[in-house]
């Protein structure tokens, strides 16, 4: 069984950064496509980010382009989000998830393993 915990979330003023992480556990994922979603309370989840298994290929929701980045260490059997330039509607619980394929997927069922979420709350 696969545990996927997320870390990282925290309060931050418009403008700021966060580096969110995702540590994986029960096995190795380093063959398997990671992806960051994010919810508000009443409404859907919605993709953030996606990375291959390698790290090679890498996919942008359309609100964080050129502001996020995703990336992985599969030494460390770890998914990272970088969030700068953080704006109040970046406010969410983001959750990590994998994908037992080894490319990402915008699509939340998709995904076959998920964190419990971490808050980010950006201030204005």
């Known amino acids: 069984q696969v545990q996927l915990v997320e870390s990282g979330g925290g309060l931050v003023q418009a403008g700021g950064s966060l580096r969110l992480s995702c540590a994986a556990s029960g096995r190795t994922l380093s063959n398997n496509a990671m992806g960051w979603f994010r919810q508000t309370p009443g409404k859907e989840r919605d993709f953030v980010a996606g990375?291959?298994?390698?790290?090679?290929?890498?996919r942008y929701g359309d609100s964080v382009k050129g502001r996020f980045t995703i990336s992985r260490d599969n030494a460390k059997n770890t998914v990272y989000l970088q969030m700068n330039s953080l704006k109040p509607e970046d406010t969410a619980v983001y959750y990590c998830?994998?994908?037992?394929?080894?490319?990402?997927?915008?699509?939340?069922?998709?995904?076959?393993?998920w964190g419990q979420g971490t808050q980010v709350t950006v201030s204005s």
């Open positions: 990375i291959s298994w390698s790290g090679a290929v890498t």
């Open positions: 998830a994998a994908r037992r394929l080894p490319s990402s997927s915008v699509t939340e069922t998709q995904y076959d393993y």
